[in-house]
T-cell receptor
């Protein structure tokens, strides 16, 4: 069982919908990450939260809005997405944002935009 | 040129074979990670190493810092080892914790 839980596992939405992806970890990790992964490509970093504050935004379009309500939860709010946003969205966490920390990944949410 | 290169891109093996996947990188690193991704999507961290060799069950990872090269070995391969194996590095001095990913090696182990 993964220690990072993502919900939902699958999501189909229209371009005008608003939905949210959720990620939860109870390992006491203080860094949490959102990645986007297209088919047959490696993950691409989107956002990093460190101690509940946004640390990195890799020039992600504003139709993706991250939120970290507390140290265990990370959300990704979606609005007015485009078909090219269809992908696997992975959440990860690590002890902190230091470079020698392994990241623990969730199983991902597979998102399809109609 | 990618900062992290993996070879081969695809690998098919018979059950029981010894498998090697290679990773070369061109940046200074503080650590190298080997990750496993099954078709369902979830990623599992197999190893994080900055020197020498680590072993876990049938998996062995080695790294040569001078040559900027790492290998992942699987002994007595099994169909359940079929997955994509991804090499990623933590950039030296990259306090942001960013990982630089290779493109992955897709392994298929036939019974």
């Amino acid at each position: 069982d993964t220690e990072v839980t993502q919900t939902p596992k699958h999501l189909v939405m229209g371009m005008t919908n608003k939905k949210s992806l959720k990620c939860e970890q109870h390992m006491g990790h203080r860094a949490m990450y959102w990645y986007k992964q297209k088919a047959k490509k490696p993950p691409e970093l989107m956002f990093v939260y460190s101690y509940e504050k946004l640390s990195i935004n890799e020039s992600v379009p504003s139709r993706f809005s991250p939120e970290c309500p507390n140290s265990s939860l990370l959300n990704l709010h979606l609005h007015a997405l485009q078909p090219e946003d269809s992908a696997l969205y992975l959440c990860a966490s690590s002890q902190d944002q230091g470079s020698n920390q392994p990241q623990h990944f969730g199983d991902g949410t597979r998102l399809s935009i109609l | 040129k990618n900062e992290v290169e993996q070879s081969p891109q695809n690998l098919t093996a018979q059950e029981g074979e010894f498998i090697t996947i290679n990773c070369s990188y061109s940046v200074g690193i503080s650590a190298l990670h080997w990750l496993q991704q099954h078709p369902g999507g979830g990623i599992v961290s197999l190893f994080m190493l900055s020197s020498g060799k680590k072993k876990h069950g049938r998996l062995i990872a080695t790294i040569n810092i001078q040559e900027k090269h790492s290998s992942l070995h699987i002994t007595a391969s099994h169909p359940r080892d079929s997955a994509v194996y991804i090499c990623a590095v933590s950039n030296y001095g990259g306090s942001q914790g960013n990982l630089i990913f290779g493109k992955g090696t897709k392994l298929s182990v036939k019974p």
